[in-house]
């Protein structure tokens, strides 16, 4: 009986090292492996084998099942500080941080850990996997981010916007295992060594890794618009009585302001494709609504030069735009959350929107006072609104 359970041992061995995988680096250092038992072959896989692994240097890496963020089925593997690596199986619903999704059917195997440098999760998927193809290509997704170790055993840990992704298609028919067991072991057992090395992976476009750079870029951008500049320009009309002045400071913001929505633009593109997410859909409202509000200064500075007094579309002029600031400084709370930014940036913002707030009241209640001043001295100067007094 022993004897035969040794025999029975080495054939499994033998016909695990005998396995073919197929292997992809999305880029040097970041790579994936897959394998499918042979006894598979029905177009509904029971079981997928898949390797994740890159060096401690990266705060996180992940594989997605899906042809866009949309949707994926993502494994997300991370340093648990602790000698071995957290495995948080997420689902995908586009532009913002995959939630964590239990799933009892993927585990982790033998093999998986910190070894020589370089984190490794070997996954067997139960389930969750189940909606893979073996009849041609499946569409799948990865993601990477360079930083510290995370050091974290929740599966539901926050995890900070990529710097780079890459989109692929792998064929499961060519990447058969003799026998549903761990192909890992061995590393001899790969089809590919690189990018593009085997049939089994076509497409596979790595996006730059400058998409960090878009995201500060966007961010600190749109925050010096609503939360600085718009601000700003609704104040220097009741503080200096002109104009023009507030009509080209709010001219030259309103231009930055499709500049920063060009790099939201760019950035979700990147990403995949618009999502609904809050932020993205509130965005494009606010911005598409400020159309409208240099045509109505237009025509309260009209109403204003023929009546020397506000009407109706003075006050829409004035209270459309506070309320469109408001909604973007809202907005931009949303996208801080969405790319996962440090607690710092999230702090920063709000004191500096505390601290507009401040001024914007501050500069009102001044402008306030000065009209009541005016009211009460006829003899004062008018400030000047197109030669004639501001409104």
């Known amino acids: 009986m022993h004897l035969c359970r040794v025999m029975a041992a080495v054939v499994i061995h033998a016909a695990v090292a005998s396995a073919i995988t197929t292997s992809y680096c999305v880029i040097p250092d970041v790579c994936f492996r897959w394998g499918v038992p042979e006894a598979n072959t029905t177009s509904k896989p029971s079981s997928v084998y898949l390797q994740l692994k890159a060096p401690i240097t990266y705060e996180w890496i992940g594989l997605g099942i899906g042809s866009q963020m949309r949707g994926a089925y993502m494994f997300i593997m991370y ?3 602790k000698g071995n690596v957290t495995l948080s199986t997420r689902q995908s619903t586009g532009h913002v941080m995959p939630q964590h999704v239990a799933n009892g059917n993927v585990k ?5 850990g910190i070894v020589d440098g370089q984190m490794i999760a070997n996954v067997k998927c139960g389930g969750g996997c189940n909606n893979l193809a073996l009849q041609g290509s499946a569409g799948w997704i990865a993601g990477w981010k360079v930083g510290s170790p995370l050091n974290s055993t929740s599966a539901s840990e926050t995890i900070t916007f990529h710097d780079g992704y890459n989109g692929f298609n792998v064929d499961l028919k060519k990447s058969t295992i003799s026998v549903d067991a761990n192909p890992f072991l061995n590393s001899q057992n790969s089809s590919s060594n690189g990018k593009n090395a085997s049939t089994a992976v076509t497409g596979g476009e790595t996006a730059s890794t400058d998409s960090q750079t878009l995201v500060y870029a966007h961010g600190i951008l ?5 939360v600085i500049g718009y601000p700003i ?6 503080l200096l009585g002109n104009w023009i002045i507030h009509a080209s400071w709010q001219s030259l913001i309103f231009l930055c302001m499709w500049v920063g ?3 939201g633009y760019a950035l979700a593109s990147r990403a995949g494709a618009f999502s609904p997410s809050p932020h993205t859909v509130l965005g494009i409202l606010v911005v598409s609504f400020m159309v409208l509000q ?3 200064g237009w025509l309260h500075h009209q109403y204003y ?8 579309v003075s006050h829409v002029h004035i209270w459309y735009g506070r309320v469109l600031i408001l909604i973007g400084i809202v907005n931009g709370g949303l996208g801080l ?3 996962g930014s440090p607690s710092t940036f999230c702090t920063a913002y709000i004191v500096l929107t505390i601290l507009m707030v401040v001024v914007c009241s501050c500069a009102i209640a001044f402008a306030i006072s000065k009209k009541r001043q005016h009211v009460a001295t006829p003899s004062a100067n008018p400030a000047r609104f197109g030669g004639k007094k501001a409104s």
């Open 337 to 339: 959350q969405l790319s």
């Open 108 to 112: 982790m195997l033998e093999g998986s």
């Open 294 to 296: 240099p045509i109505f």
């Open 79 to 81: 340093a648990d500080g």
């Open 261 to 263: 929505f060009g790099l």
């Open 233 to 238: 320009g609704s104040i220097l009309m009741p």
């Open 305 to 312: 030069i023929k009546h020397q007094s506000r009407g109706i």
């Open 222 to 226: 749109m925050t010096i618009i609503f």
